[in-house]
């Protein structure tokens, strides 16, 4: 068996692992490339592979890091099935074509404002295409086997998100456990990632390789935070992802409310994404670690806003209480609407739940910016800014060196990828120190033989 990386070396987006054995093939995530222009020309460049000599693609989760590849993946020739488990295919229903659809606008702006140098500027992919491709998603439930050519493999669940898995491919009585992108330990919704049995190979995710998470109670920050903004008779407004981060805050809030934390006020999701996904947690209790009256008693604590015009009548509403809104990095999205409007006053608070990537104006706020450009306008920003890092859904350095220790024998060798460049390295180090094992950080195109 072969594998080789096509993806997530030196960076922790473009996940795409290739196995290939007796002429058969078997891709790993298939995910877009993010941030810097450098890794963003890849998602452009032809793969070393041919689609259409793909068996199969396993996907460990609906991220577009690690799926957002997919429609142009089926475009350019991919016929096999995308496996995924149920609630990462529903994921996908709703991520797939909102990525298709932004790729079609950026083309279209860039076209617009003649800031490509291809003329006329084209989309990566399509809605279409996302379309297209999720015709092949194939729901697979978590611990069955299933096979494709001379590979069996399972998906197993790594926390995270919801339906976030490890995908674990055997060949020949050999196996490889790919660890997806793994959660934490104690997140407040979802089940930790399930340990390791005695894979020969891993390939390990290290996005906090060389961090470790501080041990702060998410709620007594919020409940304060709230309040003093309640106080001063602002908003408190939430920019934050639709997947994972949304039904964090949501849960974090009600549970404030029925502690008596802080007053119980108003509370508006204003992003008919993050309200898709919402549903689908309401749907999917098995999934996570709350029962279905729980889920529906924190799903209820919020309205949701779906047309344009309700979202225009929240912006313009002055009454205290809780708006979250996409984009969690206020790139784009109906959050710029509300930090037009809640920025330049005094009394509200901005709170970021997520991390903000170098370069985006979240980034730029939460490192004190006193005026953001939005709509091709100065605003001026007198908001309390806030960043609130303590909801990851990432395991940290020692939940991951946890993890991997958890397996019942020693693998003959790990890969770590899915990380920059100083957090992968010092992930290593600390596998090879804390557990013995055999650990390198693998290159770009890199192919290793599995024997
Ligand atoms: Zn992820």
Redesign the pocket.
């Known amino acids: 068996m072969k594998l080789r990386f096509l993806g997530a070396t030196g960076t922790v987006t473009g996940s795409k692992y290739l196995l290939e054995a007796e002429g058969h093939r078997i891709l790993v995530d298939c995910g877009l490339y993010q941030g810097v222009k450098q890794l963003r020309l890849r998602n452009r460049a032809r793969l070393p592979i041919e689609p259409g000599d793909v068996d199969a693609v396993l996907l460990t ?1 609906a ?1 577009i ?2 799926s957002g590849h997919l429609p142009a993946f089926v475009r350019d020739g991919f016929e096999g099935p995308i496996v995924c488990t149920p609630p990462t295919l529903e994921l996908c229903r709703i991520l797939l074509p909102d990525a298709g659809r932004l790729q079609e606008e950026d083309a279209h702006f860039a076209n617009k404002r003649g800031t490509s140098r291809h003329h006329p500027a084209l989309p990566l992919y399509t809605e279409e295409d996302a379309a297209k491709a999720i015709e092949q998603l194939s729901a697979l439930a978590f611990d069955r086997w299933a096979d494709v050519g001379p590979f069996r493999y399972r998906l197993r669940p790594a926390g ?2 919801l339906g ?1 898995a490890s995908v674990e491919v055997e060949h020949r009585g050999r196996r490889i456990l790919f660890s997806g ?1 793994l959660g934490t330990d104690d997140d407040l919704l979802m089940h930790p990632p399930v340990a390791p049995e005695r894979p020969d190979w891993v390939v390990i995710e290290s996005t906090y390789g060389d961090r470790l998470h501080e041990a702060v109670d998410p709620l007594a920050v919020l409940a304060e935070v709230l309040t003093r903004t309640i106080e001063r008779g602002g908003v408190l407004l939430i920019p934050s992802f639709a997947v994972g981060r949304t039904q964090a805050m949501l849960y974090c809030l009600h549970e404030i409310f029925r502690q008596g934390m802080a007053p119980a006020v108003p509370v508006h999701v204003d992003s008919p994404m993050a309200t898709d996904v919402t549903q689908l947690f309401r749907r999917s209790s098995e999934y996570h670690r709350l029962s279905a009256e729980a889920c529906e008693s924190v799903c209820a604590i919020a309205h949701y806003t779906r047309s344009p015009d309700e979202s225009k009548r929240l912006v313009e509403r002055a009454a205290p209480g809780v708006v979250i809104s996409a984009s969690g990095m206020a790139s784009g999205g109906r959050v710029l609407h509300h930090l037009k409007a809640r920025g330049p006053v005094a009394r509200n608070t901005i709170l970021f739940p997520g991390f903000q990537a170098p370069g985006t104006r979240g980034d730029a706020l939460v490192h004190g910016a006193k005026r953001v450009k939005i709509h091709g306008a100065q605003i001026p920003i007198e908001a309390e800014v806030l960043q609130f890092d303590v909801l990851s ?1 990432h395991a940290d350095q020692a939940g991951l060196v946890a993890w991997l220790g958890r397996a019942e024998a020693a693998p003959r060798e790990v890969f770590v990828t899915h990380g920059e460049p100083v957090p992968a390295d010092t992930l290593r180090r600390e596998i090879q120190d804390q557990l013995g094992y055999a650990v390198r950080v693998p290159e770009y195109l890199e192919t290793v033989e599995l024997d």
């Open positions: 989760h991220h890091d690690h995270h998100i976030a992108d859904a």
